[in-house]
Structures are given as C-alpha cells and as structure tokens.
C-alpha cells in the first residue's frame, strides 16, 4: 500500500483563520522545528491545532462535522495556509465548501489531500484504547487517507452506499427489491476498504510494538508484555454471505447489521484486552504508542516525518514518560505543542513560543 515518493517535500509556514472557532482574524507564522502555543485555558490554543489540522486534512480531531468551528454568528470559515511551496485554502459554509490549491479551485479532494501529512495528538486519546470502535475506525481512517489515495475514495463510496440502504431499510414495508440493488456498491466498497484496513493494520504493527517498547515504563506497563494489534472486520471473512444472513435482523432493526462500519482495531497487552483490563497507565501508554505508531508509519512511508500536533499532552505526562515520548518523536519534524504551563518544560526550547491572550497572539516570550 501507499503512493509511493512524496509531492514536493514541505512544511508548514503560515496559518491564516478567519471566522474560525474564537477568532475572527487570526495569521501564524509558522517556524521549522518545535514552537510552543501557550496561554490560559479558553484561549484558543486548541483551535490553532485545529485550524492547521483542518486546512491540511480537511477534518477536525475533536469533531466529526465542520459546523461548530465556524465562529458563532460567522457564515463560514475560511482558512489558508502554505505548506512548502503549496498555497492551501479551505472555505466552509453550511451551503458552501470551496478548496482552493495553488490559486486553482479543486472540484474533488484527491490533489489536495496529497500536499501534507500530520498527526494530531490530544490528551484524550486515551479513549482510543478505553472508549467505543468509532473512535479506532476514525484513527485508522485519518492515517489510511494520508498513505493510500484509494482509501478515501472506498470509504465515501462505502458511505453512501450505507446510508442509501439504511434509508429503504426504514421504509414501511420494506421493499427488498429497491433494498438489493444497493448490496452490490455495499460489497464492492466494502471489500475493497476491508482489504484497506487490513493491509494498513499490518503495517501499524511492527510500529506499534514498537513505538510501545520505547515510551512504556516498567511502572507503567507492570511488565514487558508487548502490543498487539488485530484487525477485527465487522463484514466477517465472507461479506455476500454474512450480509445473507443477516436479512432477519435487518427486517427487525430496520438497518444495516455487518460491513466495515463495524469495524474494529483490538488492542492487547499479554494477550488481554488493554481497554478493559489495563491500568490507567497501561492504556495511556498504549495510547500515546499508536499515535506515535502513525507518525513512524508515515515518516515511512513518504520519507520525511510528519507534522505534529501535540495538544496538551507534557503536562499531563510523568517525567519519565514525557522523556520517553519526546525521545521516541521522529527527528527534525515539525512540532506545534500547545500548554497552559511551562513549568514542566526544563530546558529553554529552540523554537519560539507563542502567548496567547485575550484570544490573540500577544507574540512570542
Ligand atoms: N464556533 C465557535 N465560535 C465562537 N467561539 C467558540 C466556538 N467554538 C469554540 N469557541 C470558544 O473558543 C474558545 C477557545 O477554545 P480552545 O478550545 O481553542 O481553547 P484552549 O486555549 O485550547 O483552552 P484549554 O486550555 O482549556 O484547552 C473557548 O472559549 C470556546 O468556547
Ligand atoms: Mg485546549
């Protein structure tokens, strides 16, 4: 899997919201290399990660719709940034969205999509490995988009063909003949991002273990067991047959039972579910292993490591994880780290850092 060679190499230079979140203007100049956004809580430093992580990726890490970042009593947002040499613009409206690359407007995502990879670190990620399989489906989507061109396009197609059957299932009676004509684009998309996903969770496994190895503490973890991922396909090993049998069920429930929308990533420590079974530690680590799992991944594949996003997470760490972690991060990449304090931080960055106040940039410190 994967595209193979990168377009052109890059960075982030320059970020540029408006009517975006809390700001209603807002210009970053973005250095190489690792710089601090610091402030009070409520003062936009989640949102500068966000805006950099919706213009380059066209999705929000703390969001699943794009509605709640356009600023309150706003139309739309608009944001712009470069990225290398690549001029990228992003407008979103509840009627409009409009990409914008290199001055020429996209009519789809693909060419876009491609200028830039990231991963976006929260500190609560730990509902990765504790909380619900959307949130492992999302995880796996947000890295598989960045790697393959065709993973996106499978997962849309997938979509649409869920929510066209999902709505006859609804319908009083159902009619089965209007119903059937929608398994065909269901097991064609779903077969194809199945073999997606299992393809990509192979490759995330080595990187897991040991991404996991490197930041786990023996206090941490209670032991060297290392991390084991499995991808667990909500279509079964059969697609056509299980969406066969599962007819019965669909007539009850009125929706569509199996296929990759009920996917899963299993997560074990020893053998033993992580999410259940392991300690606060134990799952945090975990957590923080599949992140930094991602951006081994991606600096793998295309050669040049990608951009971080770290929202709030040194704080929260121990000091030996924290060391852990800021060891374990791929060289050279571009870090964007947001904090409410700095106490934490023992020796003077190399990189500016940024103060936020009254929701503006007061300038670096
Ligand atoms: N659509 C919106 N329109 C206007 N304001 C918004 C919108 N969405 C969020 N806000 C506000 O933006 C402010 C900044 O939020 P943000 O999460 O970026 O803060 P933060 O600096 O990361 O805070 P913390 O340290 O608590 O994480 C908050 O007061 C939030 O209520
Ligand atoms: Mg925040």
Redesign the pocket.
């Known amino acids: 899997m994967g595209w193979g060679g990168s377009p052109g190499g890059g960075m982030l230079t320059q970020i540029k919201l408006h009517d975006?979140?809390?700001f209603e203007t807002l210009e970053v100049e973005i250095a190489p290399g690792v710089q601090f956004f610091t402030?009070?809580?409520?003062?936009?430093?989640?949102?500068?990660l966000?805006a950099a992580c919706v213009l380059l990726r066209l999705a929000s890490p703390r969001s699943p719709t794009l509605t709640?970042?356009?600023?309150?009593?706003?139309r739309g947002f608009a944001l712009q940034g470069y990225w290398g040499s690549r001029q990228l613009q992003f407008y979103h409206s509840a009627e409009r969205r409009k990409l914008v690359l290199d001055g020429v407007e996209q009519s789809g995502t693909a060419e876009y999509l491609r200028a830039a990879r990231l991963v976006y670190f929260s500190n609560t990620d730990v509902e990765l490995v504790r909380g619900p399989a959307d949130g492992r489906r999302r995880f796996l989507d947000f890295l598989g988009s960045q790697i393959e061109p065709l993973y996106r396009s499978s997962l849309r197609a997938y979509e649409r063909a869920l929510r066209s059957r999902n709505r006859l299932l609804k319908a009083v009676p159902v009619r089965w003949r209007e119903v059937e004509a929608y398994d065909t684009p269901l097991l064609d998309a779903g077969r194809l991002l199945t073999d997606l996903r299992r393809s990509l969770v192979a490759e995330l496994v080595p990187w897991a273990a040991s991404a996991q190895a490197a930041i786990r503490t023996e206090a941490a973890t209670g032991g060297p067991e290392a991390l084991s991922l499995q991808y667990q396909p909500g279509a079964g090993e059969d697609f056509a047959a299980r969406l066969r049998e599962s007819r019965e069920e669909e007539a009850r429930l009125r929706q569509t039972r199996v296929g990759p929308h009920r996917d899963d990533l299993s997560l074990c420590l020893g053998g033993q579910p992580v999410g259940v079974y392991g300690s606060e530690g134990q799952q945090r680590t975990t957590a923080l292993a599949l992140k930094l799992a991602q951006a081994r991944l991606l600096e793998a594949v295309w050669k040049q490591p990608p951009l971080l996003l770290l929202?709030?997470i040194f704080g929260e760490l121990d000091v030996t994880r924290r060391n852990a972690l800021l060891n374990a991060l791929p060289t050279n990449a571009q870090q964007l780290i947001?904090t409410?304090h700095l106490d934490w931080l023992r020796d003077a960055p190399s990189g500016p850092i940024w103060r936020?106040a009254g929701?503006r940039l007061e300038g670096t410190i």
């Open positions: 975006f979140r809390c402030g009070d809580n409520a003062q936009g430093k989640t949102s500068i966000e709640p970042l356009i600023r309150q009593e706003a929202d709030d947001t409410t936020l929701r």
